[in-house]
Protein backbone atom coordinates (compact mmCIF):
# COMPACT_ATOMS: atom_id res chain seq x y z
CA UNK A 1 0.00 0.00 0.00
CA UNK A 2 1.51 3.45 -1.11
CA UNK A 3 -0.83 5.38 0.77
CA UNK A 4 0.26 9.61 0.42
CA UNK A 5 2.90 9.80 -2.08
CA UNK A 6 4.26 13.40 -2.02
CA UNK A 7 6.81 14.11 -4.73
CA UNK A 8 9.83 16.12 -4.41
CA UNK A 9 11.17 14.98 -0.81
CA UNK A 10 13.78 18.25 -1.19
CA UNK A 11 14.17 21.03 -3.08
CA UNK A 12 16.05 24.10 -3.33
CA UNK A 13 14.68 27.42 -4.63
CA UNK A 14 15.75 30.68 -5.60
CA UNK A 15 13.91 33.43 -4.62
CA UNK A 16 10.91 34.10 -7.48
CA UNK A 17 11.21 30.84 -8.94
CA UNK A 18 7.80 28.71 -9.41
CA UNK A 19 7.57 25.12 -8.62
CA UNK A 20 4.63 22.25 -7.77
CA UNK A 21 4.52 19.93 -5.52
CA UNK A 22 2.27 16.89 -5.92
CA UNK A 23 0.60 14.34 -3.63
CA UNK A 24 -0.60 11.00 -4.74
CA UNK A 25 -3.27 9.11 -2.55
CA UNK A 26 -4.48 5.91 -3.17
CA UNK A 27 -7.22 5.38 -0.64
CA UNK A 28 -10.13 7.32 -2.22
CA UNK A 29 -10.09 9.42 0.09
CA UNK A 30 -12.51 12.76 -0.01
CA UNK A 31 -10.39 15.06 1.92
CA UNK A 32 -6.86 16.04 0.77
CA UNK A 33 -5.14 18.77 2.62
CA UNK A 34 -1.44 20.76 2.29
CA UNK A 35 -0.21 21.44 5.55
CA UNK A 36 2.92 23.63 6.67
CA UNK A 37 5.37 22.90 9.70
CA UNK A 38 7.64 25.15 11.11
CA UNK A 39 9.69 24.71 14.53
CA UNK A 40 7.62 25.66 17.05
CA UNK A 41 4.06 26.43 15.19
CA UNK A 42 3.03 22.70 14.83
CA UNK A 43 1.37 22.40 11.47
CA UNK A 44 -0.63 24.89 9.68
CA UNK A 45 -3.33 24.31 7.08
CA UNK A 46 -2.39 26.30 3.78
CA UNK A 47 -5.51 24.61 1.19
CA UNK A 48 -7.56 21.85 1.57
CA UNK A 49 -10.21 20.15 -0.88
CA UNK A 50 -13.08 18.03 -0.38
CA UNK A 51 -13.54 16.91 -3.53
CA UNK A 52 -12.92 16.39 -7.03
CA UNK A 53 -12.32 19.97 -8.73
CA UNK A 54 -13.13 21.56 -5.15
CA UNK A 55 -10.67 23.85 -3.51
CA UNK A 56 -10.64 25.97 -0.58
CA UNK A 57 -8.16 28.52 1.71
CA UNK A 58 -7.20 27.60 4.88
CA UNK A 59 -5.27 29.26 7.22
CA UNK A 60 -2.04 30.43 5.84
CA UNK A 61 -2.88 30.13 2.14
CA UNK A 62 -0.91 33.73 1.07
CA UNK A 63 1.30 33.29 -1.90
CA UNK A 64 0.13 29.00 -2.82
CA UNK A 65 -2.16 27.59 -5.18
CA UNK A 66 -3.76 24.47 -5.81
CA UNK A 67 -5.81 22.23 -8.21
CA UNK A 68 -7.61 19.12 -7.76
CA UNK A 69 -8.52 17.97 -11.23
CA UNK A 70 -8.46 14.39 -10.50
CA UNK A 71 -9.20 12.94 -7.06
CA UNK A 72 -6.28 11.31 -6.31
CA UNK A 73 -3.78 14.01 -6.38
CA UNK A 74 -3.43 17.29 -5.02
CA UNK A 75 -1.30 19.93 -6.47
CA UNK A 76 0.24 22.84 -4.30
CA UNK A 77 2.47 25.44 -6.43
CA UNK A 78 3.83 28.06 -5.53
CA UNK A 79 4.06 30.93 -8.20
CA UNK A 80 7.24 32.85 -7.22
CA UNK A 81 8.85 31.52 -3.53
CA UNK A 82 10.15 33.89 -1.23
CA UNK A 83 12.33 33.17 1.69
CA UNK A 84 9.55 33.24 4.23
CA UNK A 85 7.66 29.82 2.16
CA UNK A 86 11.13 27.65 3.50
CA UNK A 87 9.33 24.90 5.29
CA UNK A 88 8.03 21.12 5.39
CA UNK A 89 5.23 20.79 3.54
CA UNK A 90 3.15 17.89 4.39
CA UNK A 91 0.35 16.46 2.38
CA UNK A 92 -2.83 14.76 4.27
CA UNK A 93 -5.75 12.64 3.19
CA UNK A 94 -8.74 11.40 5.18
CA UNK A 95 -12.64 10.35 4.45
CA UNK A 96 -15.23 12.61 5.39
CA UNK A 97 -17.12 10.07 7.36
CA UNK A 98 -17.70 11.37 10.92
CA UNK A 99 -15.86 8.79 13.18
CA UNK A 100 -13.17 8.07 10.54
CA UNK A 101 -11.80 11.75 9.93
CA UNK A 102 -7.77 10.51 10.89
CA UNK A 103 -5.46 12.21 8.80
CA UNK A 104 -3.14 9.88 6.89
CA UNK A 105 0.39 11.96 5.94
CA UNK A 106 2.86 11.89 2.79
CA UNK A 107 6.84 11.74 4.01
CA UNK A 108 6.97 15.55 3.49
CA UNK A 109 8.87 17.91 1.47
CA UNK A 110 12.02 20.07 2.56
CA UNK A 111 11.64 23.16 0.54
CA UNK A 112 14.22 26.28 1.27
CA UNK A 113 14.16 29.24 -0.81
CA UNK A 114 17.48 31.48 -0.89
CA UNK B 1 -10.63 31.64 16.21
CA UNK B 2 -9.89 28.15 17.09
CA UNK B 3 -7.07 27.08 19.32
CA UNK B 4 -4.97 24.25 20.28
CA UNK B 5 -2.32 24.82 22.98
CA UNK B 6 -0.34 21.87 23.80
CA UNK B 7 1.85 22.25 27.29
CA UNK B 8 5.03 21.94 28.21
CA UNK B 9 6.42 22.66 24.33
CA UNK B 10 9.33 20.88 25.87
CA UNK B 11 10.05 17.52 28.09
CA UNK B 12 13.60 15.70 28.57
CA UNK B 13 12.96 12.81 31.20
CA UNK B 14 15.12 9.39 32.36
CA UNK B 15 13.99 5.92 30.66
CA UNK B 16 11.30 4.62 33.28
CA UNK B 17 9.94 7.77 34.05
CA UNK B 18 6.03 8.13 33.64
CA UNK B 19 4.79 11.68 31.48
CA UNK B 20 2.10 13.42 30.76
CA UNK B 21 1.03 15.60 27.99
CA UNK B 22 -1.47 18.22 27.79
CA UNK B 23 -3.52 19.48 25.42
CA UNK B 24 -6.50 22.06 25.88
CA UNK B 25 -8.42 23.58 23.13
CA UNK B 26 -11.09 26.52 22.68
CA UNK B 27 -12.81 25.82 18.63
CA UNK B 28 -16.13 25.83 17.54
CA UNK B 29 -18.07 22.87 16.21
CA UNK B 30 -16.17 20.46 17.54
CA UNK B 31 -15.73 16.82 16.27
CA UNK B 32 -12.90 14.74 17.66
CA UNK B 33 -9.67 15.03 19.33
CA UNK B 34 -6.38 13.13 18.04
CA UNK B 35 -2.89 12.24 18.97
CA UNK B 36 -0.20 12.14 16.65
CA UNK B 37 3.97 11.15 16.95
CA UNK B 38 5.91 12.60 14.98
CA UNK B 39 9.34 11.40 14.78
CA UNK B 40 11.87 12.18 11.57
CA UNK B 41 9.04 12.71 9.12
CA UNK B 42 5.44 12.16 8.83
CA UNK B 43 3.43 12.32 11.62
CA UNK B 44 1.36 9.16 12.67
CA UNK B 45 -1.72 8.25 13.95
CA UNK B 46 -1.95 7.46 18.32
CA UNK B 47 -5.57 7.93 19.23
CA UNK B 48 -8.81 9.41 18.30
CA UNK B 49 -11.04 10.88 21.37
CA UNK B 50 -14.96 11.52 20.78
CA UNK B 51 -16.33 11.17 24.26
CA UNK B 52 -15.47 12.69 27.69
CA UNK B 53 -13.80 10.12 30.24
CA UNK B 54 -13.37 7.72 28.65
CA UNK B 55 -9.38 6.08 28.29
CA UNK B 56 -8.19 4.77 24.91
CA UNK B 57 -5.55 2.70 25.81
CA UNK B 58 -2.51 1.34 23.61
CA UNK B 59 0.22 -0.49 25.71
CA UNK B 60 1.78 2.13 27.45
CA UNK B 61 0.25 5.35 25.97
CA UNK B 62 -3.33 6.20 27.17
CA UNK B 63 -5.26 9.26 26.76
CA UNK B 64 -8.88 10.86 27.82
CA UNK B 65 -10.89 13.62 26.54
CA UNK B 66 -12.71 16.13 29.02
CA UNK B 67 -15.37 18.11 26.50
CA UNK B 68 -16.62 19.99 29.67
CA UNK B 69 -12.95 21.64 30.44
CA UNK B 70 -11.76 21.55 27.00
CA UNK B 71 -8.72 19.48 27.42
CA UNK B 72 -6.72 16.26 26.27
CA UNK B 73 -4.37 14.34 28.34
CA UNK B 74 -1.40 12.05 27.18
CA UNK B 75 0.10 9.54 29.42
CA UNK B 76 3.22 7.07 28.51
CA UNK B 77 4.18 4.76 31.22
CA UNK B 78 7.14 2.85 31.77
CA UNK B 79 8.93 5.71 28.98
CA UNK B 80 11.58 4.14 26.65
CA UNK B 81 14.15 5.74 24.22
CA UNK B 82 12.05 5.01 21.47
CA UNK B 83 9.32 7.21 22.56
CA UNK B 84 11.34 10.00 21.92
CA UNK B 85 9.79 12.32 19.24
CA UNK B 86 6.87 15.58 19.01
CA UNK B 87 3.92 14.68 20.36
CA UNK B 88 0.83 16.49 18.02
CA UNK B 89 -2.45 17.39 19.68
CA UNK B 90 -5.30 18.14 16.66
CA UNK B 91 -8.98 18.61 17.22
CA UNK B 92 -11.09 18.34 13.87
CA UNK B 93 -13.66 20.99 13.39
CA UNK B 94 -16.92 21.77 10.95
CA UNK B 95 -16.48 24.95 9.19
CA UNK B 96 -18.42 24.05 6.48
CA UNK B 97 -16.14 20.93 5.60
CA UNK B 98 -14.00 19.05 8.27
CA UNK B 99 -10.76 20.39 9.40
CA UNK B 100 -7.79 20.02 11.40
CA UNK B 101 -6.39 22.72 13.95
CA UNK B 102 -3.29 21.64 15.54
CA UNK B 103 -1.62 22.63 18.38
CA UNK B 104 2.16 23.09 18.29
CA UNK B 105 3.44 20.54 19.53
CA UNK B 106 5.50 18.85 22.31
CA UNK B 107 8.81 17.54 22.37
CA UNK B 108 9.39 14.70 24.62
CA UNK B 109 13.18 13.61 24.89
CA UNK B 110 14.18 10.30 27.14
CA UNK B 111 17.65 9.88 28.10
CA UNK B 112 18.92 6.52 28.71
Known amino acids: NAGVTQTPKFRVLKTGQSMTLLCAQD?????MYWYRQDPGMGLRLIHY???????AKGEVPDGYNVSRLKKQNFLLGLESAAPSQTSVYFC?????????????FGSGTQLSVL | EDKVVQSPLSLVVHEGDTVTLNCSYE??????LLWYKQEKKAPTFLFML????IEKKSGRLSSILDKKELFSILNITATQTGDSAVYLC????????????FGQGTRLTINP
Open chain 1, 92 to 104: ASSYSITGNEKLF
Open chain 2, 27 to 32: VTNFRS
Open chain 1, 27 to 31: MNHEY
Open chain 2, 90 to 101: AVTIIQGAQKLV
Open chain 1, 49 to 55: SVGEGTT
Open chain 2, 50 to 53: TSSG
